[in-house]
């Protein structure tokens, strides 16, 4: 059974700028969800997606948009960088059943100077 | 809506000594259980859930929680911690309705620093 990958780790990218992060979800899993994580501080609900809709929004403005592919796969985007930008983005998997935790990846760190 | 409230923003500890890490929530509405870890510059591991049924719910690494449903609680412990338990602790609530998507709502964590 795989884990939850994402890519890349690291990237460095400057205020303006556009990025796309990727998100491969763990094999049977139907539902991604990503998470913003600020430094010294809990993860941030951004969306989830199942079966390729967008079926929650946390507190996120439309900067952020997202995709889900038919093998599940996951993208975030985030267009005009701010510095607060700048933090870990984790994307977990889930089944979309409940009550069976979410897997996460190892996140992304992006750096907005 | 849910909310979670961990007391405690870091808990030092000495290692072999017993801890508790608290957590209580908020809901109108029944709901799941999770404990997370996240060790240094790595994404989240889930220690251990409660679902229904028994209250006390073990995990991995010798960790469990006890759900307090009149204190609205599910404090994490783990009776002698070593070392490699040094993390940051978080835990989340989820509605059991289908509705919900059964998004999780976090606290803010706790990290936990085993002194030698």
């Known amino acids: 059974e795989t884990g939850v990958t994402q890519s890349p780790t690291h990237l460095i990218k400057t205020r303006g700028q556009q990025v796309t992060l990727r998100c491969s979800s763990q094999?049977?899993?139907?539902?991604v969800s990503w998470y913003q994580q600020a430094l010294g501080q809990g993860p941030q609900f951004i969306f989830q997606?199942?079966?390729?809709?967008?079926?929650g929004r946390g507190n996120f403005p439309p900067r952020f948009s997202g995709l889900q592919f038919p093998n599940y796969s996951s993208e975030l985007n985030v267009n005009a960088l701010e510095l607060d930008d700048s933090a870990l983005y984790l994307c977990?998997?889930?089944?979309?059943?409940?009550?069976?935790?979410?897997?996460f990846g190892s996140g992304t760190r992006l750096t907005v100077v | 809506a849910q909310s979670v409230t961990q007391l405690d923003s870091q808990v030092p500890v000495f290692e072999e000594a017993p801890v508790e890490l608290r957590c209580n929530y908020s809901?109108?509405?029944?709901?799941?259980l999770f404990w997370y870890v996240q060790y240094p510059n790595q994404g989240l591991q889930l220690l251990l859930k409660y679902l229904s049924g028994s209250t006390l719910v073990k995990g991995i690494n010798g960790f469990e929680a006890e759900f307090n449903k009149s204190q609205t609680s599910f404090h994490l412990r783990k009776p002698s911690v070593h070392i490699s338990d040094t993390a940051e602790y978080f835990c989340a609530v989820s509605s059991t309705s289908m509705d919900s998507n059964y998004q999780l709502i976090w606290g803010a964590g706790t990290k936990l620093i085993i002194k030698p």
């Open positions: 809901s109108s509405v029944s709901v799941y």
């Open positions: 977990a998997s889930s089944l979309a059943t409940g009550g069976n935790g979410y897997t």
């Open positions: 094999s049977g899993h139907n539902t």
């Open positions: 997606y199942y079966r390729e809709e967008e079926n």
